[in-house]
């Protein structure tokens, strides 16, 4: 795993924006931090150097016991959800320090992480992109059937990792080398070109290329 710092954030959706030459760029726009530290590892104690950081605040009825105790011990504020980052190093950090899009600057290539869409049981022809049966001389209710499966007597069975009709989407998935355009740091937002995985409002993850 690389070991670069980053952020969560949220997607907020698409837009587009005018670039100094008069060309269209689409862009998504990331609601990106600001995160607090909530725990220093290192390699002393837990055997690896990391930084884990807390987004999106919720009310104290919303957090376990255990999970107050952990996060008392970087402020009085409680987190949603929590995610490390490893580093090389950690000199520097402070619990409850917060990381802003600071970190960033315009022209930076990136890695978001999101979960995509689910899209629920789909056939093969959605899911895998079969061409599916002809349409007509005596195709009878097979025009979107996978077909054949299965093999004779030797191995007898399905091979493991055979393409079929199934749950499909709702995957983590993560795009590389993603610019960023813009950084605004008065509104912890982030825009980076094209589209990033997830539905608006879906937890996503912005990294260094490292």
């Known amino acids: 795993m690389a070991k670069t710092l980053g952020l969560l954030g949220r997607k907020l959706g698409m837009t587009r924006i005018f670039k100094s030459d008069g060309t269209i760029c689409p862009v998504t726009v990331i609601e990106a931090g600001p995160c607090a530290v909530m725990q220093i590892k290192t390699t002393d104690k837990e055997g690896y150097n990391a930084l884990q950081l807390g987004y999106d605040t919720v009310p104290e009825r919303k957090v376990n016991k255990p999970m107050k105790g952990h996060m008392a011990k970087a402020g009085d504020a409680l987190y949603r959800h929590l995610k490390e980052f490893p580093l090389e190093v950690v000199d520097g950090y402070e619990l409850g320090q917060e990381i802003t ?41 097979v025009h979107r059937v996978p077909g054949s499966v299965g093999n004779a007597t030797y191995p007898g069975r399905v091979w493991k990792g055979k393409r079929m009709a199934g749950h499909m989407g709702s995957e983590r998935v993560t795009l590389s080398n993603v610019e960023i355009v813009d950084v605004r740091p008065e509104d912890n937002v982030l825009l980076v070109k094209g589209q990033v995985p997830g539905p608006n409002n879906g937890l996503v993850m912005i990294r260094k290329n490292g």
Request: aromatic share 8%.
């Open 101 to 141: 899009v600071d970190i960033f600057a315009a022209g930076e290539k990136v890695k978001v992480t999101g979960t995509s869409k689910g899209k629920g049981f789909q056939g093969v022809m959605k899911r895998h992109n079969f061409n599916g049966s002809r349409a007509s001389h005596g195709a009878e209710k």
